[in-house]
C-alpha cells in the first residue's frame, strides 16, 4: 500500500466544473476504511468535503458543497473521483486525498484530519 496521489486540480472561473481523481490502489479493498477528499484554504482549518464508505459505499458531503459535488468510484482505474460543478470562489484550496480506516463516515470526514494515509494535495483557485 502506498499513499493516495491526487490529480486534476487547476485553475477555473466561478460556475465551471473540475473533476479530481485519487488513485488509491491498495485501499479500495480494504472494507473497514473510507475515501475522502479534504480541502484546506489559506487561514482557515482544514475540513471534510466529501467521502465514499468502502464497506457500503456510502456518502457524506459537508453542506457547502452537496447538489454541486459529487464523489464516486473507479474501481476499473482504482480511483476514487471528485466531480465539482457549479465552482465558487470559495471552493479555493488545497484538496487533499486520504484513505482512513473508520466505523463511522460521517464522523470521521466531518473531522477534518482523521488518522489514515494522506496525498500530498491539489491546488484548486476559483477565480475570475
Known amino acids: 500500500q502506498g499513499r493516495p496521489v491526487e490529480s486534476g486540480g487547476g485553475l477555473a472561473r466561478p460556475g465551471e466544473s473540475l473533476r479530481l481523481a485519487c488513485a488509491v490502489s491498495?485501499?479500495?479493498?480494504?472494507?473497514?476504511?473510507?475515501i475522502g477528499w479534504f480541502r484546506e484554504a489559506p487561514g482557515k482549518r482544514r475540513e471534510g468535503v466529501s467521502c465514499?464508505?468502502?464497506?457500503?459505499?456510502?456518502?457524506y458531503y459537508t453542506n457547502s458543497v452537496k447538489g454541486r459535488f459529487t464523489i464516486s468510484r473507479d474501481n476499473a482505474k482504482k480511483t476514487v473521483d471528485l466531480q465539482m460543478d457549479t465552482l465558487e470562489p470559495d471552493d479555493t484550496a488545497v484538496y487533499y486525498c486520504s484513505a482512513f480506516p473508520t466505523s463511522d463516515l460521517a464522523a470521521s470526514c466531518n473531522h477534518g484530519y482523521p488518522p489514515g494515509h494522506w496525498g500530498a494535495g491539489t491546488q484548486v483557485t476559483v477565480s475570475s
Open positions: 465514499i464508505s468502502n464497506r457500503d459505499g456510502s456518502t
Open positions: 491498495g485501499f479500495l479493498d480494504t472494507v473497514h476504511y473510507a
